[in-house]
Every structure is written in structure tokens, then in C-alpha cells.
């Protein structure tokens, strides 16, 4: 069975500084790895994967996410938020053995001005 | 192009009533997962299908039933609703071992339980 441990709940951020929301997982097979976006009051969209090939995925909205396999980690990044990034995100893994879709708790962002 | 839709969107129930939500997809996805989310504890999962007429436990499938007899249907069913049941809903879907193995969700169905 695969985990999933989101290491901040809330992280607070002035608008155009950067922010980091760390991600690690623990799984005994192979894993792809998800990060996803909940706005208020709405449902989950994804910002980007990691499925294979390089480590360091782009995703929508300026997000990029690196994935470590020696750290198990797949922290995401944005260099420069907007008062729109506000919003809950979620990491999430899937084990390629039986394609279970788990997530971690969530990291709630809140950019102020 | 509807992707997910999730029926009803919001529901308010006596303890002890039943009820069924309804997901539908249209992608032709094989996958489909019923999530519960409540605050601080992300999404957990509830019961998934890997095909039609096939469903799995999730993490916490206590108190509900699934049905897939359609691909492109999974219903998640309250026998007999509880408090601990309030949260809200989120329906997804998926087509493993493609390049779109990703999740696509549903809106969400706000459920209360009282």
C-alpha cells in the first residue's frame, strides 16, 4: 500500500514570492505522481504529472514539480505567486501494480497582497 | 464534453435515511473512484472499480456500497445515513496506462447528515 505526507497544512505567501509545497510518498512498486488544485467550492484540477523521463515537470500556471526517487519526495514550486494561487492543493500518487489513486491531506495556500 | 458529472450536487438527510449519488463519465475511462473529503484529512478513499461490474475497497468503505453495472456509471449508496457521514463527495475517473492516467474529477455532492 502506498502513503502520501503533505508536510505543511498552510503556507502563507506575499504576492510575487516564490513558494515550495513539499510532497513525500512511500510505496513498496513504482508510482506516478500528481499534483492537483482545489479552488473553494469547486472540484479538483490537476497542475501536473510525473509519469517517467525527467525529473522536473512543468506544469500549468507557472507550477513546476521536481521527483526525487532516492528522497521520495515531488515537491512543487512557483517562482513568483499570484493573489489567484490562493487555493488548496493536494498531492497524489497512483502504484502501477493496482492503479489506486491516493492523496495526501493537502496544503492550503493563501497569497496576500 | 460533460467529463465527470455528479448527481446531486447538494443533499440534506435524516439519520437513518438512504440514498444513492450518482457519477457519470464519458471518456470511456476504465477507472472510476468515489472520494470523500473532509477538513485536514484530504481525500479518502471510499470504494473504486477497475471495470464494469467489478468494485474494490477503498481506505474507508464503512456504511457504503458501489455499484458499476454500466462502464461509464458508478453509484455510491448510504444504507442507513449517520453524522459521520457529512462531507462532501467527489466522484473521478481515469484510463490507466495511457498518457492520460491522470484523475478527472466531478464537481462534488455537499452532503448533510442530520
Known amino acids: 500500500a502506498q502513503s502520501v505526507t503533505q508536510l505543511d497544512s498552510q503556507v502563507p505567501v506575499f504576492e510575487e514570492a516564490p513558494v515550495e509545497l513539499r510532497c513525500n510518498y512511500s510505496?513498496?512498486?513504482?508510482?506516478?505522481l500528481f499534483w492537483y488544485v482545489q479552488y473553494p467550492n469547486q472540484g479538483l484540477q490537476l497542475l501536473l504529472k510525473?509519469?517517467?523521463?525527467?525529473?522536473l515537470v512543468k506544469g500549468i500556471n507557472g507550477f513546476e514539480a521536481e521527483f526525487n526517487k532516492s528522497q521520495t519526495s515531488f515537491h512543487l514550486r512557483k517562482p513568483s505567486v499570484h493573489i489567484s494561487d490562493t487555493a488548496e492543493y493536494f498531492c497524489?500518487?497512483?502504484?502501477?501494480?493496482?492503479?489506486?489513486?491516493?492523496f495526501g491531506a493537502g496544503t492550503t495556500v493563501t497569497v496576500r497582497a | 464534453n460533460a467529463g465527470v458529472t455528479q448527481t446531486p450536487k447538494f443533499r440534506v438527510l435524516k439519520t437513518g435515511q438512504s440514498m444513492t449519488l450518482l457519477c457519470a463519465q464519458d471518456m470511456n475511462h476504465e477507472y472510476m473512484y468515489w472520494y470523500r473529503q473532509d477538513p485536514g484529512m484530504g481525500l479518502r478513499l471510499i470504494h473504486y472499480?477497475?471495470?464494469?461490474?467489478?468494485?474494490a475497497k477503498g481506505e474507508v468503505p464503512d456504511g457504503y456500497n458501489v455499484s458499476r453495472l454500466k462502464k461509464q456509471n458508478f453509484l455510491l449508496g448510504l444504507e442507513s445515513a449517520a453524522p459521520s457521514q457529512t462531507s462532501v463527495y467527489f466522484c473521478a475517473s481515469s484510463l490507466p496506462g495511457t498518457g492520460r492516467t491522470e484523475a478527472f474529477f466531478g464537481q462534488g455532492t455537499r452532503l448533510t447528515v442530520v
Open positions: 510525473y509519469l517517467s523521463g525527467s525529473t
Open positions: 472499480s477497475v471495470g464494469e461490474g467489478t468494485t
Open positions: 497524489a500518487v497512483i502504484s502501477v501494480n493496482d492503479y489506486k489513486l491516493s
Open positions: 510505496s513498496s512498486v513504482s508510482v506516478y
